[in-house]
């Protein structure tokens, strides 16, 4: 198999389902983030790139098994390197009011994530607890959006809900369903792909010299900021179909199994 070991400098990789394992095992796959610990040493960059929000990455445990030299957060509202934050997006108010007032009036939880906290923007359901047993996140408290800052939304829907959610958010929003009952709501002006960029930008690394791992319709953007995308095993087909090089599911190493198999761990 050809290695491709020797052109990149910079890695961007995806944390649920890809270096942890919510499908069989439900935990850290640890010989994946060995292998990234030692790809750091022999001189790669890498970068955390999640949907998951700051206090998300560090409630899931994230930090006790790697410390990554960069973090991309929020799908892309926050960009980390070295501890540097060097850019990060707040949500349009009126987009934030127009959401509150459709779940308000549909009966759904949203949350709104600001700099350092996040809130519930209108009343707790039975679905934020299915969530939070699902991707092991703590409870927050209902307050009412009035104009605070806000970096990422998360909206507790079931898929019964998405067409109309389709038909009455804001115009100017995507929305990524990414479980049985969680949906991101991301803008036009932040996704993955334009914090890689803005990243490699910051860094002054070349789109050629770059790689990234993931597995779900996010990473779509990643995939095409990037030299080479690598779909997990268990990735979501519309990213398979766009990638470089398929790799093994997350329960069976595919982190690892990808760096061992183009070279990247033979390095001296």
Known sequence: MNSISNEIK???????????????????DKKSIRSLTRLQKLGYIIIICTARPMYSIREFGLFKHINPDGIIASNGAIRIYKDHWFSQYHYPKDELRKISNLCKKHGLCVEFVTFDDRFYAT????????????????????EPYVDQDVISVLLFAEKKDD???KDKMPKTTH???????????????HSKGEAVNDM?????????????????????????AVKYGIAMGNAKKELKDISYFVTKEVYHHGVFYFFKSFGFLNKK
């Open 10 to 28: 910079i890695i961007f990789v995806d944390i649920d389902n890809t270096l942890f394992d919510h499908l069989k095992k439900h935990k850290y």
């Open 123 to 142: 009343p707790k359901t039975k679905l934020v607890d299915f969530h939070h047993e699902c991707f092991y996140e703590n409870d927050t408290e209902y």
């Open 163 to 165: 067409q109309m959610l």
């Open 200 to 224: 490699l930008n910051h860094l002054g690394i070349p789109k050629d010299q770059s790689l990234a791992i993931g597995d779900d319709l996010q990473d779509i953007a990643m995939f095409e």
């Open 175 to 189: 929305l990524f369903r990414f479980s049985d009952y969680g949906v991101d709501v991301v803008t036009h002006s």
